[in-house]
């Protein structure tokens, strides 16, 4: 796109064509070249393109008298298109000096377009600088409902011009302008339109941003960057670089407080970013070294600080009392910058899924596997494993038998009905019974017969009526273990017992234990009118036996428990069918 002179002198407006490789494309005009003869001095500075291929460029075009505002509307074979305007294009004018800059599109197609008009009396006893942004509709009739007819000038000062121009949703219009006063000083102020032409005082600060660039680019997420150069204090020129809501609000995670400056080289940069990739911002331009030498500039700028989201160690706990998963904290991801937002996802013992920590959730037994993603990048993710592990044991409760003394001694089988709970945290696996008897359990007795249980289910056991002649009563001891789904056990233990003869139950039996509480040892005495033998033991709170001594004549005093961890424990003494239990405590 530049100029070209006729044969008469005048410029012309000529487009070049390319195919994608850099070859002239042939089927552009006349052989890739388009030459615009619209009877002046013609030139062109921008361009904007419309979807079906069709395009508008803008520039001037200059008589005797001045130069006036040109767009030209083109075909996508760089025919004129005939229905825009007359013939293909429009010429306004306005003032002494009339030429378009920039031109934007707008979602209804209507065309905005903005320039500067200069204006002068024939003495030149002033020359004024004004910005202008006009707007036509699509076929290229001025459009009267926007500004004065269809224009906005810029006079607030003498000298100003616009720098950039943007169109947002709802066809609002973001613009810059550079505003020169008196001392020589230039401020930048961004401004917003409303679709009618009329200034939006909700953009900004009562409508106004001021600023020191005068570029400006619109994010997909709506959000503007503004760009130019700073004056820094060694009077040098460094790049500047803002990032606004759409709103026209500094965004104080961009840079600081919204705004980065630097440098490229040691003095003067000139900067103008145009090419957005993602988060990354390409830019070009040029810089002035201490040697005064002209350097050229190529620089990408992070629009985001790059996400990174990083897992805490693997954690293992156990569960928490008496449920089947643990609450877990302390799992937080650490993310750069702060306040990225992050998903999760758990896999294997739980499943879930959701936006934020996972701290504070409640996780099964077993391990979990648990995936941190930043929301805006996919790609930046860690996983690390929560495992939850059951130690708690589970508890058999209750546990009774009926009946608890078998007689008469006749060898035959009698129904034992036995009595529990069983419950764990996270369920019971299995139930096992068994029995053990204090004599062997077959003998050379002529009327000694076995098996002497059988095991009819958890609650249901067979236990013969027999005992040895030469013994002191058969002791049948039932243990009910119980097995949760993690493997941990507990047990529980009661008798049954076959006395020696009917006639030799004695309720005399008395056993006493002192001191109790004890922090060493028990004294553990017996006393009995009956002959029989006795059988003392301990059993511990889970009904398991953790010593015993049989054959104990009557009238005994034995020490026990110097062994023993602190805990709660039960002394039992069985002569002939008769129990007694004293609970004791060690500390």
Same mark, same amino acid.
Request: proline fraction near 3%; glycine fraction near 10%.
């Given at each position: 796109?530049?100029?070209?002179?006729? +044969?008469?002198?005048?410029?012309?407006?000529?487009?070049?064509?390319?195919?994608?490789?850099?070859?002239?494309?042939?089927?552009?005009?006349?052989?890739?070249?388009?030459?615009?003869?619209?009877?002046?001095?013609?030139?062109?500075?921008?361009?904007?393109?419309?979807?079906?291929?069709?395009?508008?460029?803008?520039?001037?075009?200059?008589?005797?008298?001045?130069?006036?505002?040109?767009?030209?509307?083109?075909?996508?074979?760089?025919?004129?298109?005939?229905?825009?305007?007359?013939?293909?294009?429009?010429?306004?004018?306005?003032?002494?000096?009339?030429?378009?800059?920039?031109? $934007?599109?707008?979602?209804?197609?209507?065309?905005?377009?903005?320039?500067?008009?200069?204006?002068?009396?024939?003495?030149?006893?002033?020359?004024?600088?004004?910005?202008?942004?006009?707007?036509?509709?699509? &076929?290229?009739?001025?459009?009267?409902?926007?500004?004065?007819?269809?224009?906005?000038?810029? &006079?607030?000062?003498?000298?100003?011009?616009?720098?950039?121009?943007?169109?947002?949703?709802?066809?609002?219009? =973001?613009?810059?302008?550079?505003?020169?006063?008196?001392?020589?000083?230039?401020?930048?102020?961004?401004?917003?339109?409303? @679709?009618?032409?009329?200034?939006?005082?909700?953009?900004?600060?009562?409508?106004?941003?001021?600023?020191?660039?005068?570029?400006?680019?619109?994010?997909?997420?709506?959000?503007?960057?503004?760009?130019?150069?700073?004056?820094?204090?060694?009077?040098?020129?460094?790049?500047?670089?803002?990032?606004?809501?759409?709103?026209?609000?500094?965004?104080?995670?961009?840079?600081?407080?919204?705004?980065?400056?630097?440098?490229?080289?040691?003095?003067?940069?000139? =900067?103008?970013?145009?090419?957005?990739?993602?988060?990354?911002?390409? +830019?070009?331009?040029?810089?002035?070294?201490?040697?005064?030498?002209?350097?050229?500039?190529?620089?990408?700028?992070?629009?985001?600080?790059?996400?990174?989201?990083?897992?805490?160690?693997?954690?293992?706990?156990?569960?928490?009392?008496?449920?089947?998963?643990?609450?877990?904290?302390?799992?937080?991801?650490?993310?750069?910058?702060?306040?990225?937002?992050?998903?999760?996802?758990?896999?294997?013992? @739980?499943?879930?899924?959701?936006?934020?920590?996972?701290?504070?959730?409640?996780?099964?037994?077993?391990?979990?596997?648990?995936?941190?993603?930043?929301? &805006?990048?996919?790609?930046?993710?860690?996983?690390?494993?929560?495992?939850?592990?059951?130690?708690?044991?589970?508890?058999?409760?209750?546990?009774?038998?009926?009946?608890?003394?078998? !007689?008469? #001694?006749?060898?035959?089988?009698?129904?034992?009905?036995?009595?529990?709970?069983?419950?764990?945290?996270?369920?019971?696996?299995?139930?096992?019974?068994?029995?053990?008897?204090?004599?062997?359990?077959?003998?050379?007795?002529?009327?000694?017969?076995?098996?002497? !249980?059988?095991?009819?289910?958890?609650?249901?056991?067979?236990?013969?009526?027999?005992?040895?002649?030469?013994?002191?009563?058969?002791?049948?001891?039932?243990?009910? $273990?119980?097995?949760?789904?993690?493997?941990?056990?507990?047990?529980?233990?009661? @008798?049954?017992?076959?006395?020696?003869?009917?006639?030799?139950?004695?309720?005399?039996?008395?056993?006493?234990?002192?001191? &109790?509480?004890?922090?060493?040892?028990?004294?553990?005495?017996?006393?009995?009118?009956?002959?029989?033998?006795?059988?003392?033991?301990?059993?511990?709170?889970?009904?398991?036996?953790?010593? #015993?001594?049989?054959?104990?004549?009557?009238?005994? =005093?034995?020490?026990?428990?110097?062994?023993?961890?602190?805990?709660?424990?039960? =002394?039992?003494?069985?002569?002939?069918g008769i129990t007694k239990t004293i609970k004791v405590i060690k500390f």
């Amino acid at each position: 796109m530049s100029s070209t002179f006729s +044969a008469n002198g005048d410029a012309d407006i000529m487009l070049i064509r390319y195919n994608m490789d850099g070859s002239i494309d042939a089927g552009f005009g006349n052989a890739g070249t388009v030459i615009t003869d619209l009877g002046n001095n013609e030139s062109c500075y921008t361009a904007a393109f419309l979807p079906d291929g069709r395009f508008i460029i803008g520039g001037l075009s200059r008589d005797n008298n001045g130069s006036d505002f040109l767009l030209v509307r083109y075909n996508y074979d760089g025919t004129l298109d005939n229905g825009f305007s007359d013939g293909g294009f429009l010429k306004i004018d306005y003032v002494n000096e009339d030429f378009v800059q920039l031109i $934007k599109i707008q979602d209804d197609g209507k065309i905005v377009f903005s320039g500067s008009i200069i204006e002068f009396p024939p003495d030149f006893s002033f020359v004024h600088f004004y910005g202008y942004i006009g707007r036509v509709n699509s &076929n290229g009739t001025i459009d009267a409902g926007f500004g004065d007819n269809g224009k906005l000038v810029i &006079n607030s000062v003498e000298n100003n011009y616009i720098g950039d121009m943007i169109i947002q949703p709802g066809n609002k219009i =973001v613009f810059t302008r550079i505003e020169n006063s008196g001392s020589n000083s230039q401020q930048g102020v961004i401004a917003r339109l409303n @679709t009618d032409g009329t200034f939006d005082n909700g953009f900004g600060q009562n409508g106004n941003v001021l600023t020191e660039g005068f570029g400006l680019l619109k994010l997909n997420d709506g959000k503007l960057i503004n760009f130019g150069n700073h004056l820094n204090n060694k009077n040098n020129l460094d790049y500047f670089l803002s990032r606004l809501s759409q709103d026209g609000v500094l965004d104080p995670s961009f840079g600081t407080n919204g705004i980065a400056t630097g440098t490229f080289t040691n003095l003067d940069n000139y =900067v103008y970013p145009r090419i957005l990739s993602g988060s990354k911002l390409l +830019a070009h331009g040029s810089g002035v070294d201490e040697m005064g030498d002209n350097i050229g500039v190529i620089a990408k700028f992070n629009l985001e600080i790059e996400a990174s989201v990083s897992c805490p160690v693997n954690k293992i706990v156990n569960t928490d009392n008496n449920v089947c998963n643990a609450l877990v904290n302390g799992i937080d991801p650490i993310v750069t910058p702060n306040g990225t937002a992050v998903n999760y996802s758990l896999t294997g013992a @739980t499943t879930a899924s959701g936006s934020g920590s996972v701290s504070g959730l409640n996780f099964n037994t077993g391990i979990t596997t648990v995936t941190y993603t930043a929301a &805006n990048d996919a790609t930046k993710s860690c996983s690390f494993t929560v495992t939850v592990n059951d130690n708690q044991a589970p508890a058999v409760n209750n546990l009774s038998v009926s009946p608890t003394s078998l !007689w008469p #001694a006749n060898h035959k089988f009698s129904d034992v009905i036995l009595n529990y709970s069983a419950t764990d945290n996270c369920g019971i696996a299995s139930i096992q019974v068994t029995v053990s008897s204090n004599e062997p359990i077959q003998s050379n007795e002529p009327e000694d017969q076995s098996p002497d !249980w059988q095991i009819i289910d958890n609650n249901h056991i067979k236990l013969r009526a027999e005992r040895l002649e030469s013994g002191n009563g058969r002791i049948y001891t039932i243990t009910i $273990k119980a097995t949760d789904l993690n493997g941990n056990q507990a047990s529980s233990s009661a @008798t049954v017992t076959v006395p020696k003869s009917q006639g030799n139950t004695n309720e005399s039996l008395k056993v006493s234990v002192s001191p &109790n509480p004890s922090s060493d040892y028990f004294i553990v005495s017996v006393n009995s009118n009956s002959s029989d033998k006795i059988t003392l033991r301990v059993i511990d709170n889970n009904g398991i036996i953790v010593s #015993a001594i049989n054959n104990v004549n009557s009238k005994k =005093v034995f020490k026990l428990g110097e062994s023993l961890k602190p805990g709660l424990y039960f =002394v039992q003494a069985i002569q002939s069918g008769i129990t007694k239990t004293i609970k004791v405590i060690k500390f």
